[in-house]
T-cell receptor, first 113, second 112 residues
Framework: DADVTQTPRNRITKTGKRIMLECSQT?????MYWYRQDPGLGLRLIYY???????NKGEISDGYSVSRQAQAKFSLSLESAIPNQTALYFC????????????FGPGTRLLVL | GESVGLHLPTLSVQEGDNSIINCAYS??????FIWYKQESGKGPQFIID?????DKRQGQRVTVLLNKTVKHLSLQIAATQPGDSAVYFC???????????FGSGTQLTVLP
């Protein structure tokens, strides 16, 4: 969905490095989410935010942090990357009045060496 | 914790045939279900949703059926086309935070 963009689309980093993944949306949605997808598995929720400055942990938040400084932007950071954080990362948004329906970005493929 | 799962990891169908993708859920408190399609290299794309007060909902070429008695959800695709080849995920929404729990997905392959 072109309304939700993620940068970078691909990233290779080394163990121990700090990296940031960015998500921007033009849908005007209040809620934003970060998911991780591993091969053969469904999406797992890392963090979510219902509004600016609101941060909530998801199922697998350890090793990650997020920042929601503006309604349209939600960034995900890996404080000290490790190889098992190699995965496909998706950002999603949803509207306050129809919060269950989430719209996803194109994903960021991350490789930690 | 409870989770959403799929009966079959892969499904191959002939072009023009109908496809049925199944999903089992175990949380009886789930009241909203959604199907996503994920093409290679892309993010999940919303297909259709259904609330627990409904048994059936139809979209364009797609139908979702919900059987609450056996906690089963299915996605039917009519006249399957090559562009339907993708991984299909079901997800359920429950809890006070209204979060989605995703199944592991079914790979649909459309044969010429």
């Amino acid at each position: 969905d072109a309304d939700v963009t993620q940068t970078p689309r691909n990233r290779i980093t080394k163990t121990g490095k700090r990296i940031m993944l960015e998500c921007s949306q033009t849908k005007g949605h209040d809620r934003m989410y970060w998911y991780r997808q591993d091969p053969g598995l469904g999406l797992r929720l890392i963090y979510y935010s219902f509004d600016v400055k609101d941060i909530n942990k998801g199922e697998i938040s350890d090793g990650y942090s997020v920042s929601r400084q503006a309604q349209a932007k939600f960034s995900l950071s890996l404080e000290s990357a490790i190889p098992n954080q190699t995965a496909l990362y998706f950002c999603a948004t949803s509207d306050l009045h129809r919060q269950e329906t989430q719209y996803f970005g194109p994903g960021t493929r991350l490789l930690v060496l | 914790g409870e989770s959403v799962g799929l009966h079959l990891p892969t499904l191959s169908v002939q072009e023009g045939d109908n496809s049925i993708i199944n999903c089992a859920y175990s949380n009886s408190a789930s009241d909203y279900f959604i199907w996503y399609k994920q093409e290679s290299g892309k993010g999940p794309q919303f297909i259709i949703d259904i609330r627990s007060n409904m048994d059936k909902r139809q979209g364009q070429r797609v139908t979702v059926l919900l059987n609450k008695t056996v906690k089963h959800l299915s996605l039917q695709i009519a006249a399957t086309q090559p562009g339907d080849s993708a991984v299909y995920f079901c997800a359920e929404n429950t809890g006070s935070a209204r979060q989605l729990t995703f199944g592991s997905g079914t790979q649909l392959t459309v044969l010429p």
